[in-house]
Each structure stands twice: as structure tokens, then as C-alpha cells.
């Protein structure tokens, strides 16, 4: 059986040994070479099935030889390996044609299985295009963790095409920060970048936000108004929240989306705008098409690609990272205690990075001759609020039905804020049906955040925006 020829391109003479013995231990020809001039000639003259290439070599440096054999029309797998791993190169080296990213050390047991589905691809694969577009700096991602580093593959995957995509995550995870990546490292990337928060803008007004109108459209339309969609022709649109669109604006948005034509309220002439389309949500789409608040072909339209940017708590070794970033955007010198950084990485930030940013800022202003301390970090626990305790809400004298109405309401109040006041999602961190959180909601008296204890009404507490369906 003809076994496939891999090309290891390292400079460390012990790393390229063990990972030739090794790839030959498992049914691999191999190739060597160290440094990056002796790898694309290989590239070139033998087109191995795949590629282990090394960042940093002399002669020509990894993503060099990458863009020359991709330019060369190579279709050999190439799996960018380096110590170094960032955003932006990982972000460039999945522009330039890369079949996959990771960090050293290698780990060899997921290299393996990497490996055959390289050799898979570069078998099936014919010609590639990859035109490199300019390089814009993606540097206010910040994050080395397993899950960051795919999303920048996901951001370099995606940028070079004009599909549409879809960013989830929770509040003040970054959604924003991916599409600015996506737009800068597109070939749109001269072009506008247009911007529209679905929930900030009232139903009756957004219609003509994103579709303009004509003068006498209607009462007070003195004049003509390009809307968002004109606004990014020959860019991108990038439509946040677009969860809390209501339904009937779901429908004149689908027309736009399938055949990128708009028409201004108050005309009948069809509008042709060339854009790229990125939407984000920190909702469930799935549960709400399901639900029936939200249309299934247009959750599929948009839906092409999807990029879910992990919470905080799922990748706190970035946490370091963030820390040093917002400290050094600060522009003081700053002294962070170990006993402030193991807080902080303790945390469990429901608010995410948006969260960690103000705490930092806050913990600079507050900070005694330039050193941050955990107490100047004045962090509260996301599952007891500074100002609620279980002694105040579990009063024993009060009875069994007492108590457990109170641990009813506390829940419900608890969901409700770290949902920010969105009731589906409050019900899904709950677990239970969002049916049964609007009766938990009026039994307990928390409508439009307030509730009612001892016969009075009073604000509930750690409700700071209004409750949302």
C-alpha cells in the first residue's frame, strides 16, 4: 500500500527527529526539512499529501512559504504548527491557505487524527484560490486558549468569501470584535462597515433604518433617507442582535438576504446593494425558530457559517492576557498582586470580557500608589449578591412554604440577571420551560423588575434593566 508522504518543516533538529520516527511509527513516508527555503522546494518538486510547517524558520519564515506554494498552485495540506500562537497569525495562516493551526508542544494523540484528515483533504482537493487580502491588525482579539484559536481559524476561514455569517455568544463576549476581524481581513475591507444594534432601535423606527424612505413615506418624513443596507453597499452589514427582530421585519429581511435587493418604505423601485451580511446574537435561534418567535428560512439563510465565541469561564487561561491588555490600554504603570490575578482568574465573570474591562478600570482608578490588590478588585460573587443573603431571604419563623417561595423568587431574580432581564434565556439557565418562568414571574411578583415581599412593593434587587421576553 503506497503510504502518504508528510513534510516536516523545523529548524530543532530533536523536534524534527522525534516527529519523523514518530509519523514513520504510524504508516507515514516522511520528509524533512530545516528551514523554509529547502521546505517549499520539497513543496514544490514532491507535493507530500501534508505539510507539519514551522512559524519560525530561517531562510523564509513558515507563512512565507505557505503563500508561495499556495501561489504556485500547491494543494498540499498544510498544518501550521508554532509556540508563538496569537491571533493575528493565526487568523493570516488560515487566510493563506492553511488546513488547520496549532500550538506547540504538539500534543501527538490529536495530531494523528489531524493528520489523516489533512491526507483526506489534500487527496480531494484540486485548486484552491486564496487571494490574500491586505493585512489589517485583529489585535484587540486576545487569547492563546484551544477555544480562541479556533475562532480566529473560523475569522481567516471565512473572510476571504462573502457568505453569510453568523457570531454567537453571551453578552459581552466580543461578538463585535470578530466581525470587525472578519471586515478588515476581507477583500470588502476598503469599503464601509455598517453597524446596527436590532434592540436599541424601536420597531417602528427600524424599518426605516435599515431600508430607508422616501419624502412623505410617511407623517414627518420631510426627506429621503438612505438606510444601513445602501449605507454598506460594496461593504459589510453587520446586523447585532438580530434575535429581537420582530417578525414582521423577519420577513422583509429574508427578501433581502436571498436576493440582496431593498426597497425604501414609501417607493416601489427595487434597490440592488452589493454587501456582505454578518448578524450576531447572544440568543437561542434554535429554541425561538422552534418556539415560533423566529422564521426558519431566514435563521438558515443567515446561518451559512456560524462562529461561537466561548464565555470567559470556559477559557480563563486568556484571562492573564486581558488583564495585561486593558491594564497596558490604561496608559499608567500598573502593578497587579498575585493575590488580584488568582482572583481574578477565580471569578466567573457572567459578564464576561465586557465585565473583566470594567473591573479593571475600575480596580485602576480605586488602586493605592499603583498597585491593584484583590480588594481594590471589589469583585461579587455571581451566585450571592453583595446585598441579598440567604439569612435575610430564609427566615426560619416564617414556615416551610415561606421558605420555599423565597428560594423560588431568589432563583428566578438570579436568572433573570445574569440574563439581563431576557426571559428565554433566564429560563434556559434554569432549565425549565419559559411558560413556567412567566408564572414563577407573576407568583412571585417580579414583573417589570419588581416584586412584592410582605405585602409592599419593593425593587428587586440585581435587576438593573427591564425584564425582556
Known amino acids: ?57 530561517p531562510g523564509l519564515d513558515g507563512l512565507t512559504v505557505l503563500e508561495r506554494a499556495r501561489e504556485s498552485g500547491s494543494v498540499t495540506a498544510f498544518l501550521v504548527m508554532t509556540a508563538y500562537g496569537d491571533s493575528t497569525t493565526a487568523i493570516e495562516a488560515m487566510k493563506r491557505g ?16 489531524l493528520l489523516h484528515r489533512a491526507v483526506a483533504h489534500s487527496r480531494l482537493m484540486k485548486e484552491r484560490l486564496d487571494e490574500t487580502p491586505p493585512v489589517l491588525s485583529s489585535a484587540a482579539l486576545i487569547g492563546h486558549s484551544p477555544e480562541m484559536q479556533h475562532v480566529y481559524k473560523m475569522i481567516g476561514q471565512v473572510a476571504g468569501s462573502d457568505v453569510n455569517v453568523l457570531v454567537r455568544g453571551e453578552s459581552g463576549t466580543g461578538k463585535e470584535l470578530v466581525v470587525n476581524a472578519i ?18 432601535i424601536p420597531e417602528a423606527l427600524l424599518e426605516s433604518e435599515l431600508f430607508g424612505h422616501e419624502r412623505g413615506a410617511f407623517t414627518n418624513a420631510t426627506y429621503r433617507r438612505t438606510g444601513r443596507f445602501e449605507q454598506a453597499n460594496r461593504g459589510t452589514l453587520f446586523l447585532d442582535e438580530i434575535g429581537d427582530l420582530a417578525p414582521s421585519l423577519q420577513s422583509k429581511l429574508l427578501r433581502c438576504v436571498q436576493d440582496r435587493t431593498i426597497t425604501r418604505l414609501g417607493s416601489n423601485t427595487p434597490i440592488t446593494v452589493d ?30 457559517v456560524s462562529i461561537a465565541l466561548p464565555p470567559l469561564r470556559e477559557r480563563r487561561q486568556d484571562i492573564p492576557a486581558l488583564v495585561q491588555h486593558f491594564l ?10 498575585p493575590a488580584a490575578l488568582a482572583a481574578l482568574c477565580e471569578h466567573s465573570w457572567p459578564g464576561n470580557v465586557r465585565e473583566l474591562e470594567n473591573a479593571i478600570e475600575r480596580a485602576m482608578v480605586l488602586a493605592r500608589g ?7 478588585l471589589r469583585l461579587r460573587s455571581v451566585e450571592e449578591p453583595a446585598s441579598v443573603k440567604w439569612t435575610d431571604l430564609l427566615p426560619v419563623e416564617n414556615g416551610w412554604k415561606a421558605n420555599l417561595a423565597a428560594v423560588e423568587a431568589a432563583l428566578v431574580r438570579r436568572a433573570l440577571r445574569l440574563a439581563e432581564g431576557n426571559k428565554s434565556r433566564a429560563a434556559e439557565l434554569l432549565g425549565i420551560q419559559r411558560r413556567l418562568l412567566y408564572d414563577k414571574i407573576r407568583e412571585h411578583g417580579l414583573e417589570e423588575g419588581k416584586e412584592i415581599r410582605g405585602g409592599g412593593m419593593k425593587a428587586a434587587p440585581g435587576l438593573g434593566s427591564p425584564i425582556r421576553d
Open 328 to 337: 497596558n490600554r490604561g496608559g499608567r504603570q500598573i502593578i497587579l498582586t
Open 183 to 200: 471586515h478588515h481581513n476581507s477583500a470588502r475591507a476598503a469599503g464601509p462597515l455598517v453597524k446596527v444594534n436590532c434592540a436599541a
Open 275 to 304: 454587501i456582505r451580511l454578518i448578524t450576531a446574537t447572544s440568543r437561542n435561534l434554535e429554541q425561538a425558530v422552534s418556539d415560533g418567535r423566529f422564521r426558519e428560512d431566514l435563521y438558515y439563510r443567515l446561518n451559512v
Open 1 to 57: 500500500m503506497h503510504k502518504p508522504s508528510i513534510l516536516v518543516a523545523e529548524d530543532e533538529p530533536t523536534a524534527r527527529l522525534a516527529l519523523t520516527e514518530l509519523l514513520e511509527h504510524h504508516g507515514f513516508s516522511v520528509l524533512a526539512a530545516d528551514n523554509g527555503r529547502e521546505a517549499l522546494s520539497i513543496v514544490l518538486s514532491s507535493e507530500p499529501a501534508a505539510t507539519l510547517l514551522d512559524i519560525r524558520m
Open 98 to 113: 492553511a488546513f488547520d493551526y496549532i500550538s506547540k508542544p504538539l500534543d501527538f494523540e490529536s495530531l494523528l487524527p
Open 370 to 376: 499603583g498597585v491593584i490588590d484583590a480588594a481594590d
